[in-house]
C-alpha cells in the first residue's frame, strides 16, 4: 500500500462513511496474467505473407508488444506505428496514419497492412473506415488495408489474435467455386504446433491453407541478406479463396460453442462447412483432429499416426507410476489451458487449479465440457492475474505448474518445476518450437513432465540416487 493510499484512509468517521475502505482495495490488475489485445492481432499479421502490422496509436505500444515477440520468438519483429502525439489525441490522427501508410508504403512495399488499433485511438472514437477510405484516396498506391479494433481493455492478447483471423477473412474473402484446399483456422499456437498441423493434413494428402502461418516468419532460417519482409505467411490469394473451401477446420475450444467467428462467417455468408474442435492437445482431442481430416480428406488415418499414439498411450503406462497422483496449477491462454488440462487428466496428474487471465465468460463452461473427466474440486479462475493464482497455489500445495515464463517467480517460491507451455517464454530459447499438438506434441509434453518430476525427487533426495 502507497503512503497516498494510506493516508488517503486517514479521515473522520464521518467522512468514512461515505467513502469506501481503501484498505480493503485492491489495484486493478497486478501481475496480469494476459497481455495487450493488439499484440495478438500483430501476431497473426506477421503470419500472412507480405503484410506489414500497423498500430494505430502510440510508438510506445509498438515497441512494447515488439520486445514481447521478440523475446519469445528470437527473430526480427517490425510493428509501423502512427505515433500519437498531444495534438494527435485532442485533434485526431488522420494526418499521422496516412504519413504512416505512406511511409509503410515507400520503405517496405507490402502486399497487405495489418492495420490495429490500440487503447488510445479508441477511447477518442476514431472512425477507422472512414480514415483507410479517405487514406486511398490520398495515398497512392496502397496495398489491401486490413483494420480490427483491438483496445486493450476490452479483452486480451488471445481476443485481438482472433478478431485479427475474423477480419482478415471478413475484409479479403470472396465468393469463390469449390476446390479442394481445406481452410485450418490453428489458434494461438506456437510456430513449431503450425508445422505439425501442415504435415498432419499432408499425411492424408489434403491441401490446405493455415491462417495464420507465421511458423517461416517468426521462426526462419539465417538470411545472406536483410530481408525487410520474411518470406512464408498465407497468401492473400488463399485467403480470398476460404469461401470454397471444402471445410473451414477452427480450433480453441471456447470457440466452439459460439457464432461470431470467422468460420461462422463464412458458413453464413457462403455456406462454407465449419468444423470446431477444441486445441488438439493430448490422446482424446488429438484424436478428434484426425477424425476430421479423415472426414474432410476421405482417406483412413496412416498407419504412421495411429503408430504414434500407440508409442504414446505405451510411453504413459511405462511412467505412470512417476505423474500418477501429482497436483498441477495450469495458467495462461483458455484454449491452451483447457487442452493441457483434459491432457494432465490423462496421464493421472489432478490439475488443482486452471486458470486464464483473458475474461472469457464461458472459460469454465468450455472447460467442462471440454474435459468430462474433470475433477468437481478442481478451482477454475477466469479473469486471474498472478496474485490471484500464487495466493491460492499457497493452499493448494502443487506438483508442478504448467504454464508460460511468467510463473517462473511462483515456481521458484515454492520450489517446484515449471513446464514452459504456451506464450510468452522469454527465460529459455525455443519457446517458439515448443511443440504441443498431436499425438506427438502430447509425447513431448508428457516426457517433459515426468522428467520434470523425476528431476525434482532426484535433486531433493538425501542419497541423490541416479537410478529411478
Keep these: 500500500m502507497t503512503a497516498a493510499l494510506q493516508s488517503s484512509t486517514d479521515v473522520s468517521c464521518c467522512e468514512s462513511q461515505a467513502l469506501p475502505d481503501l484498505r480493503q482495495c485492491t489495484t486493478a490488475t497486478r501481475n496480469a496474467c494476459k497481455l495487450c489485445t493488439p499484440l495478438g492481432a500483430c501476431l497473426v499479421f506477421k503470419g500472412v505473407r507480405g503484410c506489414i502490422p500497423f498500430l494505430h496509436g502510440s510508438q510506445g505500444c509498438a515497441t512494447y508488444i515488439r520486445r514481447y515477440l521478440i523475446s519469445h520468438f528470437r527473430e526480427p519483429m517490425d510493428i509501423a506505428a502512427s505515433n500519437f502525439s498531444e495534438d494527435t489525441a485532442v485533434f485526431g490522427g488522420a494526418k499521422n496514419l496516412q504519413t504512416g501508410l505512406r511511409n509503410v508504403q515507400r520503405q517496405y512495399e507490402p502486399e497487405v497492412i495489418g ?3 490500440t487503447c488510445l485511438s479508441e477511447t477518442i472514437g476514431e472512425d477507422m473506415p472512414a480514415m483507410v477510405h479517405e487514406a486511398r484516396e490520398k495515398v497512392t498506391p496502397l496495398p489491401p488495408v486490413v483494420h480490427v479494433s483491438t483496445a486493450s481493455y476490452r479483452g486480451s492478447h488471445v481476443h485481438g489474435f482472433h478478431d485479427a483471423v475474423k477480419a482478415l477473412v471478413t475484409q479479403l474473402a470472396t465468393s469463390t467455386p469449390p476446390h479442394e484446399r481445406a481452410a485450418l483456422l490453428p489458434g494461438m499456437v506456437s510456430a513449431a504446433d503450425l508445422r505439425h498441423l501442415r504435415e498432419l493434413a499432408a499425411a492424408f494428402a489434403l491441401p490446405i491453407a493455415l491462417l495464420p502461418d507465421y511458423s517461416d516468419t517468426l521462426d526462419g532460417g539465417t538470411w545472406s541478406d536483410y530481408e525487410t519482409i520474411p518470406a512464408g505467411g498465407t497468401t492473400v490469394a488463399e485467403i480470398s479463396q476460404i469461401p470454397g473451401a471444402p471445410a473451414v477446420i477452427e480450433l480453441g475450444a471456447t470457440l466452439v460453442s459460439r457464432a461470431d467467428t470467422a468460420a461462422c462467417w463464412l458458413a453464413e455468408h457462403f455456406g462454407t462447412p465449419r468444423q470446431a474442435l477444441p486445441l488438439p492437445i493430448g490422446i482424446r482431442h488429438s484424436d478428434l483432429l484426425l ?44 484454449d491452451l489451458v483447457i487442452g493441457l488440462t483434459s491432457f494432465l487428466c490423462e496421464i493421472g496428474i489432478l490439475p488443482v487449479l486452471c486458470a486464464c487471465g483473458g475474461k472469457t465468460g464461458d472459460f469454465d463452461v468450455a472447460l467442462r465440457a471440454a474435459v468430462p473427466d474433470l475433477p468437481a474440486e478442481t478451482q477454475v479462475r477466469n479473469g486471474a492475474d498472478f496474485a490471484d493464482i500464487t495466493a491460492e497455489a499457497r493452499e493448494l500445495v502443487p506438483d508442478l505448474l504448467v504454464g508460460n515464463s511468467k510463473g517462473y517467480p511462483l515456481a521458484r517460491e515454492l520450489d517446484i518445476p515449471l513446464i514452459r507451455t504456451g506464450f510468452p517464454i522469454h527465460d529459455r530459447i525455443g519457446g517458439q518450437r515448443v511443440l504441443h499438438v498431436g499425438h506427438r506434441g502430447a509425447q513431448c509434453l508428457f516426457d517433459s513432465i515426468a522428467n520434470a518430476l523425476l528431476e525434482r525427487k532426484q535433486t531433493h533426495s538425501a542419497t541423490g540416487y541416479s537410478y529411478l
Design 115 to 117: 492495420l490495429a488499433t
Design 291 to 334: 477424425e476430421a481430416l479423415s472426414t474432410v480428406s476421405g482417406q483412413p488415418i496412416p498407419a504412421e499416426l495411429l503408430a504414434e499414439r500407440g508409442r504414446l498411450i505405451d510411453s504413459i503406462v511405462d511412467a505412470h507410476k512417476v505423474t500418477f497422483g501429482k497436483r498441477a496449477i495450469v495458467f495462461g491462454e483458455a
